[in-house]
């Protein structure tokens, strides 16, 4: 069995179809196996598990991941929240101090206001807008600084490379969540992030039919993070590896389609009388505008949108789409719609929500790679209620 060696100059789309995987020695396949095997004969004394993150199933699509997010070491978990969990774990004790952004995923949020309290850790939330206002709360005992760029729902960006150089002078760590923007988009180790983390769930995997998540950072870092890994057990199975493997050669070719998909549609509800605000980072009219261009590729396949109507209208509406299903979670192939109100932000009170801009007739839609025509002329019949 012979591992692909993929050279580092090659292109983004070579790295996903060839990267990580295994050649199979028996049939001449060109499709990783999947390893099933739990026990495996000790060779020259090395253990092989599933748990240690040392099978070849699982090394495969890590090892795809850590090539195209640019890290030098990464592993894959069994879901986004197990990759961001092990992180924090790995990295705070009782006595330090985070500051996070409080537009996180609802899943890390709940995860910090249960847990952190009873094991001593103290965090602070920031609006996020500005890095000032992350240096504003630190204190002498901070030891992290976590957040995500775009931000879900409102895709807020956060300045990666300003967020680095202040962390670093002080010797604070940075985690950033990049499962929005995906490494075809952005790449935030290149800027300075010392660990991203991913729910490889969305677009990684991208077919709605695997929860995982990922880790990627520096070897050095790994090593203290890996031993939390394998303590919490939190692992993705062989045939979820492999599926993710198989989701990530085309990652590139669907990341392209999201990114033109959503900015046509961003500039299609732009302009139309239902819709009261479009918060897309590729529309210049997004105040994170400048910044998004500078330090990504392409804005990514979320598009948010308020529309000018009450609730009741708002749900007939959505209930009329023929081709965006009303479901939580993002970054599939199929267009996806969300009311955050009611899902991600059901538990923040509706004052707060509405400080930030997360109205109730607030819709989050993951576009996905259907024909951006089909979507559009499916929103637009939907509107003429
Ligand atoms: C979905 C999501 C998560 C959690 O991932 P799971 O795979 O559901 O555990 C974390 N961060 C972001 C930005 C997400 O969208």
């Not at 993929?6 to 001449?28: E, I």
């Not at 999947?34 to 090394?59: C, D, K, L, Q, W």
């Not at 995997?205 to 929860?211: A, F, I, Q, R, W």
């Not at 139309?272 to 605000?277: D, T």
């Amino acid at each position: 069995m012979n591992e692909r060696i993929v050279m580092d100059n090659t292109g983004f789309d070579t790295k996903c179809v060839h990267s990580g995987g295994y050649a199979d020695d028996v049939t001449g396949g060109v499709a990783t196996p999947i390893f099933r095997s739990t026990s495996h004969r000790i060779m020259g004394g090395a253990v092989r598990y599933p748990r240690y993150f040392n099978v070849p199933t699982e090394r495969a699509a890590a090892e795809k991941i850590r090539l195209l997010e640019h890290g030098g070491a990464a592993v894959v978990l069994g879901s986004g929240m197990a990759a961001i969990t092990t992180v924090l774990f790995a990295m705070l004790r009782r006595g330090d101090h985070t500051v996070m952004q409080n537009d996180i995923y609802g899943g890390t949020f709940n995860f910090v206001i249960s847990e952190f309290a009873g094991l001593g850790i103290e965090y602070t939330f920031v609006r996020g807008e500005s890095i000032g206002e992350f240096e504003a709360a630190l204190r002498p005992n901070t030891k992290l600084v976590y957040f995500e760029t775009p931000s879900n729902p409102l895709l807020n960006i956060v300045d990666i490379r300003a967020m680095a150089d202040m962390a670093k002078k002080r010797g604070i760590l940075t985690v950033m969540d990049g499962t929005f923007a995906t490494p075809v988009n952005q790449t935030p180790l290149d800027y300075g992030m010392d660990i991203v983390v991913h729910s490889g769930t969305k677009y990684l995997n991208g077919h709605s039919d695997v929860l995982c998540g990922a880790i990627v950072t520096s070897d050095e870092l790994m090593k203290k993070i890996l031993p939390y890994a394998i303590n919490h057990g939190g692992v993705l199975d062989a045939m979820g590896c492999w599926l993710l493997e198989r989701g990530l050669k085309t990652l590139g070719l669907r990341m392209k389609r999201h990114n033109e998909n959503a900015l046509k549609i961003a500039e299609f509800l732009k302009d139309h009388k239902m819709v009261k605000r479009v918060y897309y980072p590729g529309l210049k009219s997004h105040p994170g505008y400048k910044i998004a261009k500078s330090q990504m590729r392409g804005f990514g396949g979320v598009v948010s949108f308020e529309l000018d109507c009450d609730l009741k209208t708002a749900r007939k509406i959505v209930d009329r789409f023929k081709y965006v299903t009303p479901a939580v979670s993002l970054g599939g192939v199929e267009s996806l719609v969300c009311f955050p109100a009611e899902t991600s932000h059901a538990k923040m009170p509706k004052q707060e929500r509405e400080k930030v801009g997360i109205s109730d007739t607030l819709l989050r839609l993951s576009v996905g790679i259907e024909d951006a025509e089909d979507l559009i002329n499916d929103m637009e019949s939907a509107f003429k209620i």
